[in-house]
């Protein structure tokens, strides 16, 4: 064969690139633009927007005018708008403007950050965009920073150097079975611990019976005397207590562990201590709010979320951990095709973690913390809690309406209790269809938890585009909706 | 407090996010265009890229403009350009342009594609694109597709399900310690399995011990004869097997494991096989390189990266199972305040691994199959690999270097081994100052990796924008340097 046997043919021409990635910029500018004015739900069903889709690839290219084009007819019928005012469900993860165009690059340059050597730029960037951060969030200097993808797989690796910590038990070299040396490990998390920390447990072979649940008090803390009671319970019966999660704003009503006096207790008993503040995290650029996080100081491990209430787009977590020679144990393996010269004098964040991918993620958090500043991101973190705080008060002065969990942050957990309902599984009953009442409208969408057997309502403040007249307006709907599900409820 | 004490600030305008994503398409395009004037490696010392950042973030707002004259200034300095032409290290990994406009359209969209209902057009969109993919690859229509960030990732899913099959161990419930009831796992891989599946095997509590490495044979093709009575011999003394990886491309001289006949035995010994095809899975879309996959339709998981070889930005690694029930079962946990009313009646991506978050991945996937064209990227990959065979036939008509395996796709083995050169260690360090005066260039980036005691040099070909002039000029430029090498040698 002749290398002309066969011809190039390449990328797109730089013409057509400029031209496509204006037409691009141009919907999404629209998109921005008329983002209000979009059902925030769909109103489709399963399979609907598959069926638009032909079932196998083109055979010939397509024109990017018609990809364009299928981006209105096939994916936004089928959109769940997180980028939405009126999205008050789960927690907000918006995609701001800074952070958008900083994936966009991001994406161009398509490095992967694994060594130093294979994008030196991306592991320096990363060095300091995650110390700016840890300044910002008041943690001490000698906390590592390496971003991560998702919460979920920050804690995983968190959970593994809190495993690898127990240098006695040799799990890295000998593995976890079969081995009659090996104590059964237990993990502490509270009630309302997010279930990624289960997810990481199961992965590292802790089991379901391996995770115990320490109960919460009124406000849904975790009970630190509760906590002590239980690791002497388990150390008297033959369990190894190795790691404890405390969470800094839980995923059901943003409850505060005690993380100090936690903190105190896994000192005393030399447990690892991982501090979930995914959602809440952000909140801790704010001098007013910095009394919720006292003690994690003292954590091993801290995970923050900017993909969540810091504007940048999906996915980007932070993890600080003051031991990065544990978590590095834990992962590091080079082998001969990864070394490289200056292996002795910089960081490759492969070491710390198991996606040897990693993308240029820490541009967009450089964008996003430079084109708002510090001062422009706490205004806009200030102005989400004094929505969630000003919400709260309606709610309070609401007869119809309590809340039923402390408004910390952003978010706001509540339920309708109309006077005269007092069975609970009547209200539940009530409440899941004043849910489902005020999403049917998909002017906006709120997701529910259960807590303590209620059915309970959360809005989620945290949009960058969500203001004040958003939140009167979900406000106005639930009075309105509860009024029409209880004539519903009369007639029937 | 009343909502207006403080004032809503918003995101970036509309006008402005046009006139600034205008500023990065034609940044980016420039960048594109100029790519192959710039060195592909940085000439800088560890430290001087951080040196150029201020040491901490910004109080006040930045202007986009001094940001994007950053990218310039602080970043391209620092720049390993993995899109480069004459990057030929790793394994390719390049950002396409309708790749790049893909990921560009996710970020603004910034869904999370966890639940159906979170957002159904990410998850049909991810049903569809998994489906042609498949299709494309010749894998039977009841392999459940799922799209995870990276190939390290995707094992690692893959592995936790094998560890899953076996439902007598309980794993799951009762966690792999303190347990006189489990035999200790054992893990098959070959002498050149990819360390990914190292780090998986420690983060699941396998252990180095738990590895079992197969010999290879000649072409550093796993041997089934000797895992065949690895497996017995562990099953007499104790262990209980549970799993092999097999390889098509691997990472050091893209050998390919005889799968068919490992699939024999996994099928006789019921053991979960995983067939890693990260890098040469995307030549499966080629007829012609189909019979170097046989046997892949029998294996339960296998993993291809569309983000290495399918010009699909970082990142974007496919996984296919044929017992998705193992894999939820491994993972699915599904706590209240992430409960939908169509649980039943769809896939809940979130329910098949531990990230929680998931990007709108699909698009860029869609976007690339659609603007080439499944000719489109056959012919590219066919480009590819013949660039590789008319190297490597001037490899071997060259008396003063050899090849050291069997080119089978894009990449090449090699190394220089000149007349009168016996001595392993004298080769060694000739090669290895080979390399380094080649990189030193900053025209080519190779790397390198060692095979029975060999350093050998890789060229591995797979970016849309290398064409047969640029391997040409590599190859004169390899002969060119020995010659200077062995002069410097001589005259020392």
Redesign the interface.
Known sequence: ????????????S?????K???A??????????TIEDRPVL?A?Q?????SK?P????????A?E??IAD?DR??????????HPRYL??FS?????????G???A??????GML??????ST??E??TT???R??LGLPDHFFGVIY?????ST?HAL?AAREQMADLQ??????????D????RLYISEHT???I???A?????????IRRIPSDANFAMQPEALRTAIQEDRST???PFCVVATIGT??TTAVDPVAEIANICEREDLWLHVDAAYAGSAAILPEMQHHFAGWEKADSVLVNP?KWL?V???L?LMYTRKPGVLRR??S??????RTA?DD??VNFMDYG????R?FRS??L??V????????LM??L??HI??A??LAQKIDADSDFERVAPTHFSTVAFRACPAGWQDEDALNKLNARLLEAVNATRRFYL????IGGKFVL?IAIGN??T??RH??DVWQLLRTMLRDVLKNVQNA
């Not at 994406?107 to 992967?112: F, P, Q």
């Not at 993808?149 to 797989?153: A, N, Q």
Request: charged residues 20%; contains cysteine.
């Open positions: 064969m002749h290398e002309n046997d066969l011809k190039f043919t390449g990328d797109m730089a013409a057509d690139f400029r496509y990635g204006y691009m910029v141009d919907w999404i500018a629209n998109f921005f633009d769909p489709i399963p399979g609907d927007i598959r889709i079932s196998s690839a083109p055979k010939l290219p397509e990017f018609k990809m981006i096939v994916i936004m019928p089928g959109m769940t708008h997180w980028n469900a789960y993860s918006v995609g701001s403007a800074p952070g958008v165009l994936e966009l690059l994406a161009a340059l398509n490095i992967n130093w050597q294979s994008c030196p730029s320096e960037l060095q300091v110390a700016w951060m300044q910002l993808d998702t919460g979920s797989v995983m593994a799990i890295r070299e000998k593995g976890m079975t079969g081995r009659a090996l104590p059964r490990l997010h279930s990624s289960d997810k990481a199961l992965a590292l072979g802790i089991g379901m019976e391996g033959g369990w190894r995923t059901s993909h504007f787009p999906l996915d977590s834990a992962f393996l080079v082998p001969e095709y990864l200056h004098n910089v198991i996606p040897l991918g993308r541009i967009k450089w964008f913390l430079r084109y708002y500043g510090v001062d422009g205004a806009r200030r102005y004094q929505l705080q000003n997701t529910h938890t259960k959360r960058i585009r203001e004040a939140i009167e």
